[in-house]
């Protein structure tokens, strides 16, 4: 009934319908503008005078900046409310971005994550690393974690990365960020049970053929 040909064929078919699920699991990039490629803040909400800059980027062109000395301050930038649709709740996603700078004197760099609600509020708010970052001059380094989002993230996910500075006297953070992402998962695809039952009867007659030989 089957030469072989055909079996290999048959069988590369079906393996291809039935892989429809597994590409589903992909990891999936939501933030927006990561690295600052577009010149200037678009995508991001930035507080305390952060700035895009040219100077020594980790690739590309540019990065972002934020700059806090001489007293309490701080420069947010916050990619927020990314992801509405596809990140999952109770999901896990992978943040992961390069940093360098200066921090003196008390100045330190912080990285934290929301899992918004619809409509404003949190399900789950997390300082991510444990605590502080800092900066080693002129010499970029990668910063990555995997964790667990909130019981809720129809609003989206927040990504906030902080240059901040106490009232310690001379207190500096001049820091500086590049390639951003946030990985999660989207949403599995579910697969039509007629594409199932297809896949799976193709893979059922090339058994049959296969025995048949024997």
């Known amino acids: 009934m089957f030469n072989k040909k055909s079996t290999k064929l048959v069988t590369a078919m079906g393996l291809t319908l039935l892989a429809g699920v597994a590409q589903a699991a992909n990891t ?3 933030a927006e503008n990561g690295g600052f490629e577009t010149g200037d803040t678009t995508a991001w909400t930035v507080f305390g ?34 992801g509405i649709g596809i990140a999952q709740a109770g999901g896990s996603i992978t943040i992961e971005f390069d940093y360098r700078g200066d921090q003196l004197n008390g100045g330190v760099i912080f990285a934290e994550l929301f899992s918004e609600l619809d409509g404003g509020g949190v399900s789950k708010t997390e300082l991510l690393f444990g605590g502080p970052l800092f900066g080693t001059g002129e010499i970029w380094q990668t ?36 390639n951003v992402q946030m990985l999660v998962e989207p949403p599995a695809v579910p697969v039509p049970a007629a594409v199932w039952l297809f896949g799976s009867g193709l893979l059922g007659l090339v058994g049959i053929a296969r025995r048949k030989k024997v």
Do not use: E, H, M, R
Not at 51 to 78: H, I, M
Not at 146 to 168: E, H, M, N, R
């Open 28 to 30: 999936f990039d939501i």
């Open 49 to 82: 005078g952060g700035t895009v800059t040219t100077s020594n980027p980790a690739s590309g062109t540019y990065a972002g900046q934020g700059l806090c000395s001489g007293g309490p301050c701080d420069v947010l930038f916050k990619n927020a409310n990314k």
């Open 143 to 178: 910063a990555s974690i995997t964790t667990t989002l909130g019981f809720d993230v129809a609003g989206g996910v927040t990504l906030q990365l902080k240059s901040s500075c106490g009232a310690v006297a001379g207190c500096l953070s001049d820091a500086y960020f590049d």
